[in-house]
């Protein structure tokens, strides 16, 4: 493995780690409020980026993350590509994003 590889190992492993410890604290309160504060945290506290890449795993089915963090997902908020970005600024996508963001 790259060590490129190795950081985008290691930085979804931290992802999955970061959403399971705020489920953890949320398990102790009841169902749907755990829920909401899961999904509240995330979208406070994570910036596009991270939830892009949250997303991009729940969506390739990674099954490491705790139960509560993917009842949260529903709530939590999905952020727009790169490319989707530039459009909305009348700017030129790069023709990389315009792939990635058609994955």
Known sequence: ??????????????????????????????????????????????????RRQFFEMLDAGTENFDELVIAASAKIK????PAEADMKLGLTAFPADIAASQK
């Not at 705020?22 to 596009?48: D, L, T």
């Not at 999905?78 to 590509?81: G, K």
């Open 1 to 50: 493995m790259s060590h490129d590889e190795d950081h985008i190992a290691s930085t979804r492993e931290k992802l999955v780690r970061m959403a399971n410890q705020i489920a953890a604290f949320f398990h102790s309160k009841p169902r749907e409020e755990g829920i909401a504060g899961v999904a509240e945290h995330i979208n406070k506290f994570w910036e596009p980026r991270m």
């Open 78 to 81: 999905r952020p727009i590509s």
